[in-house]
């Protein structure tokens, strides 16, 4: 290749990664507060609205990496966007509009301090806990002689507790109940609408040649109705194997062929970080920042089974504000 060629394209990786969206700091009119999460910026608009940018931030085991990924916010956002229409027939969700690439406006709810994990495979975080002895998970109990990325019997709840900062704790169903964290009529639904988006969600991944292995849900109340709210169905929070060869990759203990962020976890834990105290966050090259952004593309390609539509990020802080804007004009 010749050096101008080279030159060009690392120019081009330079311009695309600093125009990342690591934070932001807008004012909307009727803007009552704003809430900065590990990912996403949330306005509160006249408590009526809520304007939710998913940032190119990537955190993991709780903690925010220093450095942005291209196009993450926009590969996270377009796949909620695309879930929530695809299971608004099982459970109400929040979305109004997608106004920008990476921005979902909709209803302002109370949120549940809890998020509905939903496990259908032995993997990631319980793997680890079931190799240290546990044969249980919030309650639930794990059969004895399973092995790594294992299908469980059928899919399994494991909630968390739902923390503003630092680490989100399992909990169980019944400790939910008991801390009148959520009325056991209103976790009864959610349990319910938990295990149906999971079905319809497992059943589109099958479609494009993908498991879905687990995943988790949040939901809010408005007016005594319960929502789905926030993300679905992203590289975020949820795992995916692609199905072929999976039998034939547990058979002979080979690793699952994966789509999902448990690479950034597994690449963090080669290098000595696993978020405890003391511990440094390793320095993320140029090179691991753009193969973690291929890797989120490619998620968007195969479980949309649409070709990805890289934004214009020359100047997306504007783009991003310009858009929500004008919508909020239109209203």
């Known amino acids: 290749m010749a050096p101008t060629k080279i030159k060009r394209i690392i120019a081009i990786r330079k311009i695309t990664m600093n125009n990342t969206v690591i934070k932001t700091d807008f004012t909307f009119p009727g803007q009552k507060s704003l809430y900065k999460g590990k990912v996403r910026d949330v306005y509160n608009i006249d408590d009526e609205l809520l304007v939710m940018i998913a940032s190119d931030r990537i955190s993991a085991f709780d903690v925010v990496l220093p450095e942005g990924i291209p196009y993450k916010g926009q590969v996270l956002n377009q796949i909620a966007s695309k879930f929530l229409d695809a299971t608004q027939d099982i459970v109400p969700n929040w979305k109004f509009a997608t106004p920008d690439p990476m921005v979902t406006v909709g209803h302002y709810c109370d949120p ?40 469980f019997p059928g899919p399994i709840v494991t909630p968390t507790t739902k923390a503003n900062e630092g680490h989100d704790e399992d909990i169980s169903k019944e400790e939910i109940i008991s801390q009148g964290l959520v009325s056991a009529e209103d976790y009864a639904l959610l349990e319910e609408y938990t295990i149906a988006l999971f079905k319809r969600g497992t059943e589109i991944a099958k479609e494009k040649g993908l498991i879905l292995v687990d995943t988790k849900y949040e939901f809010g109340k408005k007016d005594g109705k319960i929502y789905l709210i926030d993300e679905i169905h992203t590289p975020d929070s949820s795992r995916y194997f692609y199905l072929d060869g999976y039998e034939e990759r547990q058979a002979s203990g080979e690793p699952q062929k994966q789509l999902s962020k448990e690479f950034v976890r597994e690449w963090l834990m080669e ?5 405890q105290e003391g511990q440094a966050i390793p320095e993320m090259t140029d090179e691991f920042v753009q193969s973690v952004s291929e890797r989120y593309i490619e998620l968007y390609e195969n479980i949309t089974g649409d070709t990805f539509q890289k934004a214009d990020v020359s100047n997306v802080l504007s783009r991003v504000e310009g858009n929500i804007n004008n919508y909020l004009k239109s209203r």
């Open 112 to 151: 549940f301090p809890v998020e509905m994990i939903i496990r259908g495979y032995l993997t990631g975080s319980s793997w680890r806990t079931y190799k240290k002895g546990a044969r249980e998970i919030c309650g639930v109990p794990i059969p004895d002689g399973m092995i790594e990325h294992q299908r």
């Open 271 to 275: 290098h000595g970080f696993q978020g």
